[in-house]
């Protein structure tokens, strides 16, 4: 096809794809800006029609845009599948490719096999975080470059904090060479150099786009000179950058290497502003940065991300903020299964467990990574609420599965039990100790998944 586009004319070369059998792949419907959704819209509404082969198109897309896609699918028959991401299983093999490819190109010595045993340890605490591949690989760079931060990571913020914190400290190193400058100064200029780029990764999100706009780039570019800093290596440094032939030269494009950092550098926009304006309330700030409640869904990953840098400041920041958060959560069409992101995002602040209480629903679904978040608002809930219990990691490896087990065991409900991971590996021990331990309690199990060993079904627990 590059070749044909030289001889042929542009009318030809499009009769000529639609006679064909086509797959085109747009990764990222929620990450396109204007002129790619006209694109978009001219493929489905004009050019599918048309082609006399078979036309697929497929689209990705995260949840907060799905309602957008019945409007490009009217003239289409089209299937709607949810993606689920690397499973548990898959996740070691991953960080084991890609670290082994990091050591073959001399970016990593670290011990592989101990990596993948921090994975699979770490799974229940962090496997909502490790379903993303963007989160695995950061786990994995952190890892070569520093293996002492990879134990203190403990949610999605902190291990985009510490590798930030990691490009940061590279970063001024390098420049300290070539500047001759003392450590803290240049520090002191990276840190304003990055406020910068938050703000204006800030925009771009209510733009909904990932590459900075012109003015962005020259703001930044004003900020590097005032600073005399290197605009190239600076911007390579925490964004893509590729360059585009133009009439005038090679021009510079700044993009961000994934929606979800982008979102980062937002809260992180959002967070320095409520650090400077402490009087000022969230939604304050918000409308000064001209985010309106009606766009509120796609600010979602980055409340999320606002909930833990507040927690990184401590108790009081966090609490002080709490119920504003939680009300803009609300109405940024958070799902029950996000509420328990949220709070153990938070570490399970108990000002935010008490304000996400009452929008859990009829039911309590809880995974591995969720049974600290869950014990911690169980008191919080009508004592009858049902609880599911899905596990799917070795449950060994489940932190405050047994504070979780004793405080369900005091609740009169109805509980369903699934120790998934048992009941595929029967190698791996038994569920009866677990199930034992809620033998004499008040809740009745109705659905029980594992593997049992020498436990009567007399002793199952019941209500009385």
């Given amino acids: ?14 009769r000529s794809v639609l006679a064909l059998r086509v797959l085109l792949i747009l990764d990222g419907l929620d990450e396109l800006n204007k002129a790619s959704r006209q694109l978009v819209e001219e493929i489905v509404m004009d050019k599918m029609p048309k082609s006399t082969g078979v036309f697929h198109l497929l689209l990705t897309t995260r949840p907060q845009a799905l309602r957008e896609l019945p ?46 045993d921090y994975v699979k340890k770490s799974e229940a605490r962090l496997g909502e975080h490790f379903r993303l591949p963007l989160n695995l ?23 985009f904090l510490r590798i930030l914190e990691l490009i940061k400290k590279r970063l001024v190193n390098r420049l300290v060479d070539k500047l001759y400058c003392s450590w803290d100064e240049i520090s002191d200029h990276v840190t304003e150099y990055m406020e ?29 000179k005032a600073l005399e800093l290197p605009f190239q290596e600076m911007s390579a440094a925490f964004m893509n950058v590729t360059r585009e032939w133009t009439a005038g030269g090679y021009a510079l494009h700044l993009t961000a290497p994934h ?30 940065l001209k985010c309106d409640e009606s766009s509120l869904p796609k600010y ?48 399970c602040n108990e000002t935010i467990v008490k304000l996400i209480a009452p929008r859990i629903g009829t039911k309590l679904i809880v995974r ?29 490896h489940i932190p405050h599965l047994d504070n979780f087990i004793d405080e369900l065991s005091k609740r009169h409900c109805y509980v369903e039990l699934h120790f998934r991971h048992q ?37 199952k627990p019941h209500r009385n």
């Fill in 1 to 14: 096809m590059p070749c044909a586009s030289y001889s042929m004319s542009n009318e030809d070369i499009v």
């Fill in 71 to 116: 409007n490009y699918c009217i003239k289409s028959e089209w299937i709607h599948m949810r993606i689920l991401g690397i499973t548990a299983e898959q996740r070691p093999e991953f960080v084991y490719k890609l670290h082994e490819e990091m050591k073959k190109e001399k970016m990593s010595q670290q011990d592989t096999q101990k990596l993948m």
């Fill in 137 to 159: 690989t950061l786990l994995t760079y952190l890892w070569a470059a520093s293996p002492e931060d990879v134990n203190s990571v403990t949610t999605a913020t902190h291990l």
């Fill in 196 to 224: 910068v780029l938050y703000e204006k990764s800030f925009e771009e999100i209510i733009n909904d786009s990932l590459q900075l706009s012109e003015s962005s780039e020259q703001a930044l570019k004003k900020k590097c």
């Fill in 259 to 288: 929606k979800s950092i982008m979102e980062f550098f937002a809260a992180e926009w959002i967070h320095t502003c409520l650090m400077r304006n402490g009087a000022k309330t969230l939604k304050n700030i918000l409308e000064e």
């Fill in 300 to 347: 979602q990953n980055v409340l999320l991300h606002l909930c833990g840098l507040l927690h990184e400041n401590g108790k009081c920041t966090l609490d002080q903020h709490a119920e504003e958060l939680v009300q803009l959560l609300t109405k940024s069409e958070t799902t029950e299964q996000q509420w328990l992101d949220i709070i153990a995002e938070s570490e």
């Fill in 368 to 396: 591995d990574g969720h049974t600290g978040a869950a014990a911690s608002i169980f008191s919080h809930l009508p004592e009858s609420t049902p609880v599911k219990v899905i596990l799917n990691c070795e449950i060994t």
């Fill in 423 to 459: 009941w595929k590996n029967m190698q791996c021990g038994n569920s009866t100790d677990r199930l034992k331990q809620l033998s004499k309690s008040k809740c009745d199990i109705e659905c029980f998944t594992g593997y049992l060993d020498n436990f009567s079904i007399s002793q």
